[in-house]
């Protein structure tokens, strides 16, 4: 049988997971060229194509599509075993990647990490924040925190807490405009969107048990909740915000509760990670954190 090796092997699961040479190198720390020649190399081991080649993409050849749904198990079970005695030593050590959103991740994770950090101190954490969902697999993220509604089928979801959400606006906005008394009266106020949870153009209320859903459209849109915060401080219109955004701002006056006996949907803080048989132990140790740590989310 030819020769080839872990590296090899891992190369070219990471350039097809990835898409590209170039992600893939980046992601292994590698130049394009020693990437190239891996999996050059395997290919010449195993006596196939595994990948068709074109300047814009590349493409899982026939044999490389089936190669690449066997090893990727064998390197799974691989990484599982060595999890398992780092487990048994109850010593937790490697590289934990972790993606979360930019307000979150500076508001709530950041003060949290540094001790978990100290709880396991042979880990080394890379902490990516960005407001765009990101794509575990091409990221090689081992955990993505997330809130509102898990869309993709192919990955695990652990809830964390509940984020209390809450409408407000600037006090000189409600008193040019007037202050909303029931959810239809945001139909004709300027509602600023936050589109990272999907609420797109509707509001759902529930009062006393009743659902109730209300049309409405407003200036400005965005996928960061401080960015709304600040329009909404400066008079611009009326927002929806999580508490660990907005709750300062209205603690010193700068944004009015309105709508309080109206319960805005709820939503969720969630652990993402890829499906898989076996849960490293640095992800379940994370995820564990991240409960104990944010329990008393949903009280604020």
Do not use: W
Not at 115 to 133: A, G, T
Not at 278 to 295: C, E, G, M, N, R
Request: aromatic share 6%.
């Amino acid at each position: 049988m030819q020769q080839y090796d872990l590296v090899a092997l891992r190369s070219f699961i990471t350039v097809v997971d990835a898409g590209s040479f170039n992600q893939a190198a980046q992601l292994l720390s590698a130049s394009t060229a020693a990437i190239s020649r891996r999996v050059s190399g395997l290919e010449s081991a195993l006596g196939v194509r595994l990948l068709n080649r074109t300047t814009r993409s590349i493409d899982l050849t026939e044999s490389g599509q089936q190669f690449y749904h066997d090893i990727i198990n064998v390197l799974s079970s691989l990484e599982e075993a060595q999890e398992r005695i780092q487990q048994g030593r109850k010593i937790i050590k490697g590289t934990l990647r972790i993606a979360c959103g930019l307000s979150f991740g500076t508001n709530c994770l950041s003060p949290i990490l540094p001790n978990f950090m100290k709880q396991h101190p042979e880990l080394e954490v890379q902490l990516r924040l960005d407001d765009q969902v990101t794509d575990l697999v091409a990221e090689s993220i081992d955990v993505a925190l997330r809130i509102g509604v898990l869309k993709d089928s192919s990955l695990v979801a652990t809830r964390i807490s509940e984020i209390p959400f809450t409408f407000c606006a600037s006090p000189a906005y409600l008193a040019q405009h007037g202050i909303p008394q029931v959810p239809e009266d945001l139909i004709s106020h300027n509602c600023l969107r936050y589109n990272a949870i999907g609420t797109g153009s509707n509001y759902d209320f529930c009062r006393d048990g009743i659902q109730q859903q209300v049309n409405i459209s407003g200036s400005l849109s965005a996928n960061n909740g401080q960015v709304l915060r600040d329009a909404a401080i400066n008079d611009v219109g009326i927002t929806l915000l999580p508490n660990f955004i907005g709750r300062q701002a209205i603690a010193d006056g700068r944004l009015q509760v309105i709508l309080a006996d109206y319960a805005p949907q709820t939503y969720c803080l969630y652990a993402v990670k890829l499906s898989r048989k076996y849960t490293p132990a640095k992800v379940t140790a994370l995820i564990d954190y991240l409960k104990a740590s944010f329990a008393d989310l949903s009280d604020n």
